[in-house]
Nanobody, 124 residues
């Protein structure tokens, strides 16, 4: 059974940091790309970052470049999202998702499996 479990969210003040994790199981982790997406209240889900697990190539949305860092540990089947210099506009539910073709894309329809998400709330 394929599972993606996102965790590590919480309440933090603006300027602080969080490290989100996505634990994967039920598929060949090394062959996939794993993306992070977020959905703020009242807004559409948007892509944040993606990593290709095979060669660690990454891509970021312009809005998070310089503040967010994605990484993955193939031995642990886990992807991380380090978030620094948090802003109130980062408040959202953060989801991880898996793309079997590892296309380094943040188009939602290209992802085969989705986790349930973890909530990040940034206070000002």
């Amino acid at each position: 059974e394929v599972q993606l479990q996102a965790y590590g969210g919480g309440l933090v003040q603006a300027g602080g940091s969080l490290r989100l994790s996505c634990a994967a199981s039920g598929f060949t982790f090394d062959d996939y790309g794993i993306g992070w997406f977020r959905q703020a209240p009242g807004k559409e889900r948007e892509g944040v970052s993606v990593i290709r697990n095979k060669d660690k190539i990454t891509w970021y949305a312009d809005s998070v470049k310089g503040r967010f860092t994605i990484s993955s540990d193939n031995a642990k089947n886990t992807v991380y999202l380090q978030i620094d210099s948090l802003k109130p506009e980062d408040t959202a539910v953060y989801y991880c998702a898996a793309d079997r073709l590892a296309r380094l894309s943040l188009l939602l329809h290209r992802y085969d499996y989705w986790g349930q998400g973890t909530e990040v709330t940034v206070s000002s």
